[in-house]
């Protein structure tokens, strides 16, 4: 039986309160492995870092959707991307803050900030953190940013959501979204807003996220997403592939054939359309950290 919104969003809060808890705390309510643990810390230490006067940090992009999605909730889930934005700082502070403590890989197109941090057990884990200002949907538009907008400006409907990532003391955190509760509900992929700068990596993901997930897509996804293989073909969504997640995940012939499912589907008239990829294969996509691509894209971190 599905879980409704409204039960979704109560999970959502429940599950990240556990995720942000202190060590003491989590190890009382949900035992982790070593390795989730050293996860936990360095994750945990960012927030702290973060805790400053006049500054907001907000969780976004595919940590949410995964606390969702993981069957276990947080007892095993280990957290290897976050997507951070920032209400009232400037780049300049946040560099100069974070790189105390991670390892700054590069600035990315927009303005933000891709670090990382090498654990004592090997395992990378990775923060792309931004200004709210220099998130792509408020710096294209040139629009005041607030936070509460920022739902609305991500290319899909489930990545339309931030969260508060410091607990405000006697009150629940600032959750925010568009969308986003009905889509994970219905396990349904949809535009949420159109414009972005890299069109074929929209596509990309979006395939790959309905193929690892087994959500169906709307019918103005697929149409999104026919309109630009007919463009370009096969070859633009592997160079997206290639360029955001350093490798190819889906290759020409899985793509080819995705796209041809699709397309029967769309002309038929159907909604709901939905690929047909053998479980094996979809807990092959699941397995790696960029399987469905966590970042949130109304970031254009590409």
């Not at 976050?82 to 990315?108: N, P």
């Not at 670090?115 to 931004?130: E, H, I, P, Q």
Request: hydrophobic content about 40%; charged content about 25%; proline content about 4%.
């Amino acid at each position: 039986m599905r879980s409704s919104a409204v039960q979704l969003r109560s999970l959502l809060r429940s599950r990240l309160a556990d995720l942000m808890a202190p060590l003491r705390q989590q190890e009382r309510k949900t035992p982790r492995s070593d390795s989730a643990r050293t996860v936990q810390v360095a994750m945990l230490e960012v927030v702290r870092r973060l805790n400053r006067p006049g500054w907001s940090a907000y969780l976004v992009g595919g940590t949410l959707r995964d606390l969702l999605v993981h069957p276990e909730g947080v007892r095993r889930f280990e957290p290897r991307d976050l997507d951070i934005v920032v209400a009232g700082a400037t780049g300049d502070e946040l560099q100069a803050l974070l790189r105390e403590h991670l390892t700054l890989e590069r600035l990315t197109r927009f303005g933000g900030l891709h670090l990382s941090k090498t654990l004592l057990s090997g395992t990378r884990v990775s923060f792309d953190v931004w200004t709210l200002a220099d998130t792509w949907g408020f710096h294209s538009q040139q629009i005041v940013p607030r936070i509460e907008d920022f739902p609305g400006t991500t290319f899909l409907n489930i990545d339309s959501c931030a969260v508060e990532l410091q607990e405000p003391q006697g009150s629940e955190r600032a959750l925010y979204e568009k969308g986003f509760f009905a889509g994970m509900a219905n396990r349904t992929l949809d535009v949420n807003y159109a414009p972005n700068p890299y069109p074929y990596l929209c596509a990309a993901r979006a395939l790959l996220l309905a193929a690892r997930l087994d959500f169906t897509m709307a019918r103005s996804l697929v149409e999104f997403i026919l309109d630009h293989s007919a463009a370009g073909g096969v070859e633009p969504l592997i160079e997206a592939q290639r360029s955001h997640y350093g490798t190819v995940l889906s290759d020409a012939s899985e793509l080819a054939a995705w796209l041809q499912q699709m397309r029967r589907q769309f002309v038929r008239g159907e909604h709901g359309l939905r690929l047909e990829v053998p479980r094996a294969r979809r807990l092959n996509l699941g397995g790696g950290q960029a399987s469905a691509g966590s970042r949130s894209h109304s970031l254009a971190s590409s």
